[in-house]
């Protein structure tokens, strides 16, 4: 595709508007010569700018990032709010009453989706549980030393998520699937899964919005219900991303 994208007319290349394009819009050319907007390639200085261009590498490297990042975290969410919604019944009755209270029969849309408080908190409930990464890393920049432990210059430093998410010094009765503690505020530091500071999801807003449109038409036209071989406590594979070591089965009934 960026073989085919390099090869479109001027014209062609305006009509696109998708992500794709952005980054071959910043590509590099073959020999590293200027583009075409007067920028110098390959970061070198330009008078008192340096602007920064991309390799077809890293363009490859950023499209895997995003199908990583973006469809497998938004399906585990999806996966691990049905299963919550399976055991918690009155939670899945209330979120389906606000879905039928505050959009009657209208389509789900980036506009009215912001009525949808209590699915809102649901979707963070089952994040704060279920976080799909379930560590964020980073680099120290500089030595520093926190609580007596020194942290030196290069080094990695894990921060686990899904354990902070479920200590209960930050969250009374962790384990408890309860949406409604959403409602209080909290320290923003305690809950992190869509991480933090700069260097944090770019893709969140895109992957609540998707969340919730799918779960008002699923939510919608079918129920979930736990069957006799549904795991009371899931456990999961041992990975950077949470997932399940068992297949989570469900029973799902047509509303009528
Ligand atoms: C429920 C869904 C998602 C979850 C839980 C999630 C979680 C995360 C987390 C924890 C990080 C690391 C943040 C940090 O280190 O502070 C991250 C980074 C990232 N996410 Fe997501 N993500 C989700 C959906 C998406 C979607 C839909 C996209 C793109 C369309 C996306 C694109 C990215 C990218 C590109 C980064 C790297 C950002 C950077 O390094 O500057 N994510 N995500």
């Known amino acids: 595709m960026i073989k085919q994208r390099q090869n479109d007319s001027k014209e062609i290349r305006e009509q696109r508007v998708d992500f794709l394009q952005l980054l071959v ?6 020999n590293g010569a200027k583009q075409e907007n007067g920028d110098t390639a390959s970061g070198e200085a330009m008078g008192k700018h340096t ?36 055991m918690n ?16 029969n209208e389509e789900p849309n980036y506009d009215n ?30 030595n520093i030393k926190i609580k007596g432990v020194t942290i030196y210059e290069g080094q990695t430093v894990f921060v686990p998520t899904i354990a902070l998410q479920r ?21 923003p530091l305690s ?32 129920k979930f219900e736990r069957r006799p071989d549904t795991q009371e406590v899931l456990t999961f594979k041992v990975s950077n991303f949470l997932q399940p070591e068992k297949d989570i089965k469900l029973k799902v009934s047509p509303r009528c």
């Open 25 to 30: 819009d910043a590509e590099i050319t073959d």
């Open 51 to 86: 602007v920064r261009r991309l390799t077809t590498d890293e363009i490859v490297g950023q499209g895997t990032l995003f199908f990583i990042a973006g469809y497998e975290t938004t399906a585990s969410t999806l996966t691990f709010a049905s299963y919550n919604l399976a």
């Open 89 to 104: 019944p009155d939670v899945q009755e209330k979120a389906y009453n606000e879905i039928r209270e505050m959009l009657g």
């Open 113 to 142: 989706i912001g009525k949808l408080k209590y699915l809102d908190n649901v979707i963070s409930e089952t994040l704060r549980l279920y976080p799909p990464v379930i560590a964020l890393s980073r680099r120290a920049s500089e």
């Open 167 to 187: 200590d209960p010094r930050l969250f009374k009765d962790p384990h408890s699937f309860k949406p409604e503690r959403h409602e209080e505020t909290s320290n």
């Open 191 to 222: 809950f992190l899964a869509f991480g933090y500071g700069p260097r944090n999801c770019i893709g969140m807003r895109l992957a609540l919005v998707e969340a919730k449109i799918a779960l008002v038409h699923v939510l919608r036209a079918v």
